[in-house]
């Protein structure tokens, strides 16, 4: 049986897939996989021994389904559920399980504040389509692989951090999904122990902020390593602080403790940090019975009603105390 599988991003939306790739690979051995992603997303899954073949949407549709035809597919995962996959998925004519991505739930919760979610984490969701196959969920939890030639070197980090550190990840695809940089500021002077700053070269200079109230404790790793060397420094560190990112889902797949911090996204949308069967800590931090919360199922630049409450009165004095609690723990 050959079969595609298809979710075109995001990095952390990618990952929460890997439960399915892997499930169906080993439940299904003689099942061949190929993973339909955008090329930007292709570093999240190159390395997956799970899947035999890679396609990437780029700009030529044509050639993307000429040769998608040319696979003979006996059937599609559709992760994504989008028109652009329902484009693939008429083009091919072949059976299609898709994911339910609950759109009409997650209207009422960011628009009316009523929670009709199901008390089912997005992995298992995805899992759901695997029923045809009499595929289960193995509760390994997530998957990531990273190449050699793409790891980080003992001499990449300080010495300050070369013993263990905190990984603190500063970035978010949306403004409301982020800590301010004074509140992250405030977190780092008060967690007494090493700390590397994770994050893309947009944060570069919110990074630069934050580590100058003490450039030893705080080293600012954010936009000096591609993703796979990011994704490594996420698996050395000790304990995870973490947004709701593509980071925290890498994070999950190494079973690394999380304090997730949620702003204008809530975890009733079903995408906490994932760890399958393991009893890994993980704590949440957000400011519960606020009104306008959750205010998107993504994000905005910036607080639709200007007071952005949710990310301001997070109580990083407490955050600071739960790393250090936990840090004691591990």
Known sequence: MKV?????????????????????????????VHFLTKFSM??????????DKFYYLQDNWDLLLHELKDENYDCIIDLHHNLRTLKIKKALRVQ?????????????LTNFKINRMPDLHIVDRYMETLKAFSVQNDGRGLDYFIPKDEEISEHDLPYAQSAGYVGLVIGGAHATKRLPVEKLSTLCSQIEHPIVLLGGPEDRSNGDLIAAIDPVKIYNSCGKYALNESADLVRKAKLIITHDTGLM???????????????????????????????????????KKLG???????????????????MNNIDVTALAAQAMNMLRNL
């Open 4 to 32: 595609l599988v298809i979710r075109f991003s995001s990095i952390g939306d990618i990952v929460l897939t890997t439960p399915v790739v892997r499930c169906l690979k080993k439940q299904q051995p003689d099942t061949e």
């Open 42 to 51: 292709h570093k999240v899954v190159a390395s997956n021994p799970y899947i």
């Open 96 to 108: 299609s399980y898709s994911f339910n991505k609950l759109n009409i739930q997650k209207w009422l």
């Open 249 to 287: 889902h890498i994070a999950a797949a190494f079973k690394k403790p999380i304090i997730s911090i949620w702003g204008n996204t809530v975890p009733a949308f079903g995408m906490t940090p994932y760890y399958g069967d393991a009893n890994t800590p993980h704590r949440v931090f957000e400011v």
């Open 292 to 310: 306008c919360r959750p205010c998107s199922k993504i994000g905005y630049d910036q607080c639709p009603r200007k007071h952005f409450k949710c």
